[in-house]
């Protein structure tokens, strides 16, 4: 494994803040009675991908706090998938832009998956 000295230097952690982002700034068009309802889910759960991986990451002493902070982020990226799907059945969206965020945090949450199942490799010793 290569070494890693931040959170910010993961291929996830930067792939959950690129679709944070792109989130963040498609909500930005939605609809003035969605604020507090789809535009606020949206950006939290995607934001809250990004916070639990760097949790995670100052959690490598102990395996099952680190585990359970991945497992975390894991939920909160399917979360984030759902209200995709919801915008884009709602017309607040583009088939194409939400395709590409389920793409996005479908390798996400790969890349999640892997590290919990070998998370063994990531804590610390």
Known sequence: MVNIRTYKELRVYQAAMEAA????DLTKS??????Y???DQM??????VCANIA???R???????????????ESEAEETRVWVEFSCRCDYM???QA??????????????VRMITKSDEWVIP
């Open 21 to 24: 982002m792109q989130i963040f």
């Open 99 to 112: 395709d590409k965020l389920d793409n996005q945090y479908d390798k996400i949450l790969s890349q999640l």
């Open 43 to 48: 950006r939290r759960s995607s934001r809250s």
């Open 37 to 39: 309802s789809l535009t």
């Open 55 to 57: 949790e995670a990451w």
């Open 59 to 73: 959690k490598r002493r102990y395996q099952a706090h680190f585990v359970s902070k991945l497992s975390d982020a």
């Open 94 to 96: 583009t088939k194409a």
């Open 30 to 35: 939605f609809p003035k009675e969605e604020p």
